[in-house]
C-alpha cells in the first residue's frame, strides 16, 4: 500500500521556536507538496517541489521554508513559529505528467503554537 | 477574489437523496478539475476528475463541467450515510492545484 508518512500527528511548540515537520513518501513520486488547512480557508499551498534540492513558493511562503535533499523525502521548517501557524499542515505526493495532480496524502500534523 | 469558491453548507440531505455541490473558478485558463473526499480526522482523497465539458459519471457520482460559465459540480445520487464527509473542489492554475474550502455534506438516516 503506498505512503505518504508525517513523523509526527500533534506537536505543541511556543513562539519563536525552530520548527520541522518530516515528510516521506514511498512511491518514487516527481512531486511534493506541503499544504496548511484552516477552517473555512480550505487547503493552502504553502511550498512544493519538482524534483530533488528544487523548491517552488505556493501561495503563503511567508514564514515558512523546505528542504528536499532526497526525492522520498520533503521537510518544512518553520525559522521562527508563531501563533498564527497553528494548523493542520498536510504532506503529499503525485507523480508526473497526467497523475500530476492525483495527490496522495499523508495523515496530517497539527501544530499548535502557544 | 478566491481561485477556487465553494458553497459553504454544510449540505444535509435525507438518505437516498440526490446531493449537489458547486464549485465555481477564476482562472479561465484552468484546464483540469477535480472532487477530493474528506472524512472527519482523515485525510483527502481523490474521487472524481474532469477534464472535458459535460458529465462524467462513477457509480454514484456525477462530475460536471462548464468551462465557459467557468463552473465545477459533483452530484451523488442515492447519497448514503457513508458519503457524509466534506467535499473539496480543486483546479489546476498556473501548474499548481488550488482547493476550494469544502462543503460539508451529512447524509440524514
Known amino acids: 500500500d503506498v505512503k505518504v508518512t508525517q513523523s509526527s500527528r500533534y506537536l505543541v511548540k511556543r513562539t519563536g521556536e525552530k520548527v520541522f515537520l518530516e515528510c516521506v513518501q514511498d512511491?518514487?513520486?516527481?512531486?511534493m507538496f506541503w499544504y496548511r488547512q484552516d477552517p473555512g480557508l480550505g487547503l493552502r499551498l504553502i511550498y512544493f517541489s519538482y524534483d530533488v534540492k528544487m523548491k517552488e513558493k505556493g501561495d503563503i511562503p511567508e514564514g515558512y521554508s523546505v528542504s528536499r535533499e532526497k526525492k522520498e523525502r520533503f521537510s518544512l521548517i518553520l525559522e521562527s513559529a508563531s501563533t498564527n501557524q497553528t494548523s493542520m499542515y498536510l504532506c503529499a505526493s503525485s507523480t508526473t505528467g497526467v497523475g500530476a495532480n492525483v495527490l496522495t496524502f499523508g495523515a496530517g500534523s497539527r501544530l499548535t503554537v502557544l | 477574489q478566491k481561485e477556487v469558491e465553494q458553497n459553504s453548507g454544510p449540505l444535509s440531505v435525507p438518505e437516498g437523496a440526490i446531493a449537489s455541490l458547486n464549485c465555481t473558478y477564476s482562472?479561465?485558463?484552468?484546464?483540469?478539475f477535480f472532487w477530493y473526499r474528506q472524512y472527519s480526522g482523515k485525510s483527502p482523497e481523490l474521487i472524481m476528475s474532469?477534464?472535458?465539458?459535460g458529465d462524467k459519471e462513477d457509480g454514484r457520482f456525477t462530475a460536471q463541467l462548464n468551462k465557459a460559465s467557468q463552473y465545477v459540480s459533483l452530484l451523488i445520487r442515492d447519497s448514503q450515510p457513508s458519503d457524509s464527509a466534506t467535499y473539496l473542489c480543486a483546479v489546476n492554475a498556473n501548474y499548481k492545484l488550488s482547493f476550494g474550502a469544502g462543503t460539508t455534506v451529512t447524509v440524514r438516516a
Open positions: 474532469i477534464y472535458s465539458n
Open positions: 482562472d479561465r485558463g484552468s484546464q483540469s
Open positions: 512511491m518514487d513520486h516527481e512531486n
